[in-house]
C-alpha cells in the first residue's frame, strides 16, 4: 500500500462514522433524485448512471450495516435504515420500467418485502405526520409492484394494512383529511373487484406450460416470410373517463403489459422474502433470484412504455426515440386505448351495413393540424364540450366516423390530447404492429396504404363494443371487452355469455382451455403453411407475442361474427389490415367448428349463428354443464 492511501484511510478513520455515513447519505439522494425523474422509455442511454446510483447506495446499506451499532448509538432510527431500503427497491423498478427485465422486478419485490417483515416505518409512525406518510408511501409502490409481478395474496395483504393505516391516521392526524390517500384506497379496491380471480385463473403471461415454446412455432416458408421479425418495443396508453386504474396502470395497458412478458417459473413465489438479492444489500445469502423468474434459454421481455394521458407532443417524443434506437429485426407495438371523436357521425343500425368512408378517411387525414393555443384546426373536433366523449352513448350504441381521432383528456385541452392516424404515419418506416381499442378505431385505416416505408400490422377494435357482464357492466367496471380477447380470450367468451367465475366448475373450464388452445394452434398453422398469407402477417408469425395476438384477434373476430345479437351487425366485428386468408375467416368450417365446441361446452349454441350443421366429437356432446 502506497504512503499517500495510508494517509488517505488513517484521515478517514479519524472522521466520525455518524458523519461518514450522513456524507454517504446526502450523496447517494443527490444521485437519486436525478435518476427518479429520467423518462423510462429510452433503451440504454441510463444504464450506465443506474449502475452508479446502485454502487453508492450499495456502499451506503454495507456501511449502515458494518457500523450499525455505532449509528444507532449517534441517533440513527429504524425508519431511517428503512428508507434508504425503500430507495434501492425503487431505483430496481424504475430500472424494471426502463429494461422490463423481470429480475429487477423481483428484486424490487425482495427489497420492500424485507421492509415489510421488519416494520422499519411502523415505530412512532402515528407519532409522526412525515413518517405516516413514508409508510403510506411505501405500501403504493409495494402495492404497485406486487400487481406486475402478480403476487395476489401480497395485494389484498398490502390492501388491508394500507386501508387500516390510512383510518388510523385519519383518527390520528384530525387536522388532516387524507383525502388523497383515501382515493387511493378506493383506486385498488376497484381495481381489484374488476381484475378478479376468474379473470387470473390463466396466466395472462406467456407460459410454456400452456403456450408453445417459441422453438417450435409453426415455420413460415421463406418466400412469404421475407423478414422474421421480434417485437422488441410496445408503447401501452389508455384513456376514458371514469376508467379502473391504479396510480397511472390503467385496467387496459395492465393487461396489455403482462401479456407482453414471460410467465415465471414459479420458484420464485416460493422463497423467503427476506432474503438476499443478487446484490446481497439485505443479507448473507448469495442466492441469484433472476434465476428463479426467468428462463435463461429464453428471450428477454419486450420493453414497454406505459404512458397515462399522454400530450401529443411527450407520445411522439417516445415514439421517435424508440423507433430510433429500435434493432433491425424489430417490431413496435403500439396500444392505444381511448374514445373517439368526430365532427361527422353517421348511424350504423339495422343490418350493420353503411357508406364506405375509408376513401374519406384516406384524404382528410392529412389535414389536421393545430394552433398555438392548442385548438384543432381540424373539422373533426367535436362540437361537444362534454369532457367524457361516451357520455351521451348508451351502451351497445355506436358512432361511425368518416374522419376522427383517439382523445387522451378532457376535450378543453383541444388537439394537444388527440392522436389521429396521420400522427403515427411517420413512424411507419420502421415495422409497426398497431392495435385500436376505440370507437373511432376505423378512422385508424387510414394508415394502411400510406406508409413511409413498412407497412403496418392493425388490429382494429369494433366501433360498437357490446355490454358485457351484469346489466350494470361496462368498461367502466370490467374493463375493454376488445382488450379482454386479445389477452384472456376464453374470460372473454364467458363474460360475453354473461357466464362469471362463480358460475364455472374448474373442470369445465380446463375443458374449454384445452379446445380453445386447439384451435388457436390450428389456425396458426393454417397461416404457417398458407401460400397467400401477405408478408406483414407472414414476418411476425415467428414472434410469439404478436402470433399470439393475432390468433386471438382471430378467434375474437369468429365469436362476434357468429354471436346472435351481434351477427351481420359489422360495427360489432373487429378487423384487420391487411386482409388475412379466407382459410381462417370466421365463416369456414373450422372458425365454426371452434366457436360451437366452447358455446356446446357452456350450453350456450343457441346463442350463436351457425352457417352449416358442424360435426361435435362425442366428448364435447358429453361435456358438463358448467
Excluded at 364506405?356 to 389535414?367: K, P
Excluded at 396504404?449 to 413498412?454: D, F, I, L, R
Excluded at 411476425?540 to 351487425?569: E, H, S
Excluded at 381462417?584 to 350456450?604: D, E, I
Aim: net charge neutral; glycine share 6%; with cysteine.
Amino acid at each position: 500500500m502506497s504512503q499517500q492511501q495510508m494517509n488517505n484511510n488513517t484521515s478517514s478513520s479519524n472522521i466520525p462514522v455518524s458523519e461518514r455515513y450522513w456524507t454517504l447519505v446526502d450523496k447517494a439522494d443527490k444521485k437519486f433524485s436525478k435518476i427518479r425523474d429520467l423518462p423510462y422509455y429510452e433503451r440504454n442511454r441510463y444504464d450506465t448512471y443506474f449502475y452508479k446510483v446502485f454502487k453508492v447506495y450499495t456502499q451506503l446499506w454495507k456501511f449502515q450495516q458494518e457500523n450499525r451499532q455505532k449509528l444507532v448509538e449517534a441517533g440513527l432510527k429504524r425508519w431511517e435504515i428503512g428508507e434508504i431500503a425503500s430507495r434501492i427497491g425503487q431505483l430496481y423498478y424504475g430500472q424494471y420500467m426502463r429494461t422490463s427485465e423481470a429480475s429487477y422486478l423481483s428484486e424490487a419485490y425482495i427489497f420492500y418485502e424485507a421492509i415489510l417483515t421488519r416494520e422499519y416505518f411502523r415505530e412512532g409512525s402515528f407519532q409522526d405526520f412525515n413518517l405516516a406518510n413514508k409508510q403510506l408511501r411505501f405500501l403504493a409502490r409495494f402495492l404497485m409492484v406486487c400487481l406486475v409481478l402478480n403476487r395476489r395474496e401480497m395485494v389484498h395483504q398490502l390492501v388491508n394494512q394500507l386501508k387500516m393505516l390510512v383510518d388510523e391516521c385519519k383518527r390520528t392526524f384530525q387536522d388532516t383529511d387524507f383525502k388523497e390517500w383515501k382515493l387511493v384506497v378506493q383506486e385498488i379496491v376497484r381495481f381489484l373487484k374488476a381484475d378478479t380471480t376468474f379473470m387470473n385463473i390463466r396466466p395472462l403471461r406467456y407460459s410454456l406450460v400452456l403456450d408453445l415454446h417459441p422453438d417450435v412455432l409453426p415455420h413460415v416458408a421463406a418466400p412469404v416470410a421475407r423478414k422474421n421479425l421480434r417485437l422488441r418495443d410496445a408503447v401501452l396508453s389508455s384513456y376514458h373517463h371514469n376508467e379502473v386504474k391504479f396510480s397511472e396502470l390503467t385496467l387496459d395497458t395492465f393487461r396489455m403489459l403482462q401479456c407482453l412478458e414471460w410467465e415465471p417459473s414459479g420458484s420464485f413465489y416460493l422463497s423467503a422474502g427476506g432474503k438476499s438479492g443478487q446484490n446481497g444489500a439485505l443479507g448473507s445469502s448469495p442466492i441469484n433470484h433472476s434465476q428463479d423468474i426467468a428462463d435463461p434459454t429464453l428471450p428477454p421481455n419486450p420493453r414497454k412504455a406505459v404512458l397515462y394521458r399522454p400530450s401529443l407532443t411527450y407520445f411522439i417524443a417516445v415514439l421517435a426515440t424508440i423507433c430510433e434506437e429500435l434493432p433491425p429485426d424489430g417490431v413496435l407495438l403500439v396500444y392505444l386505448s381511448a374514445s373517439g371523436t368526430t365532427g361527422h357521425t353517421l348511424s350504423l343500425s339495422g343490418s350493420g351495413t353503411g357508406i364506405n368512408t375509408a376513401e374519406n378517411i384516406t384524404r382528410d387525414f392529412q389535414s389536421h393540424t393545430i394552433h398555438s393555443d392548442g385548438t384543432s384546426t381540424s373539422s373533426m373536433s367535436s362540437p361537444s364540450n362534454s369532457p367524457n366523449p361516451s357520455a351521451s352513448q348508451k351502451k351497445g350504441d355506436c358512432i361511425s366516423y368518416h374522419t376522427g381521432c383517439l382523445q387522451f383528456g378532457n376535450r378543453g385541452s383541444g388537439g394537444l390530447n388527440c392522436i389521429y392516424p396521420s400522427d403515427l404515419i411517420p413512424f411507419t418506416r420502421r415495422p409497426l404492429f398497431v392495435i385500436i381499442e376505440s370507437d373511432a378505431s376505423e378512422v385508424f385505416k387510414a394508415i394502411s396504404g400510406a406508409e413511409k416505408g413498412e407497412r403496418a400490422a392493425l388490429l382494429l377494435s369494433p366501433n360498437c363494443s357490446f355490454p358485457i357482464g351484469s346489466s350494470d357492466a361496462s368498461r367502466h367496471s370490467v374493463g375493454s371487452l376488445f382488450t379482454i380477447f386479445l389477452t384472456a380470450p376464453l374470460q372473454a367468451f364467458c363474460l360475453l355469455l354473461g357466464i362469471s367465475g362463480s358460475d364455472i366448475e374448474m373442470d369445465t373450464y380446463k375443458h374449454a382451455e384445452s379446445l380453445l388452445s386447439s384451435s388457436l394452434n390450428d389456425w396458426g398453422l393454417k397461416l404457417a403453411t398458407s401460400d397467400n398469407v401477405d408478408p406483414v402477417w407472414a414476418q411476425i408469425l415467428g414472434d410469439p407475442f404478436l402470433r399470439r395476438f393475432l390468433l386471438r384477434f382471430i378467434f375474437c373476430r369468429a365469436v362476434l361474427t357468429l354471436f346472435v345479437q351481434t351477427y351481420n351487425k359489422e360495427e360489432f366485428h373487429p378487423e384487420c389490415m391487411p386482409a388475412l386468408p379466407d382459410a381462417v375467416s370466421p365463416r369456414t368450417s373450422a372458425s365454426q367448428t371452434a366457436v360451437v365446441q366452447l358455446a356446446k361446452l357452456f350450453h350456450a349454441t343457441k346463442r350463436f349463428v351457425f352457417t352449416e350443421a358442424i360435426p361435435l366429437p362425442d366428448h364435447i356432446n358429453s361435456g358438463t354443464r358448467s
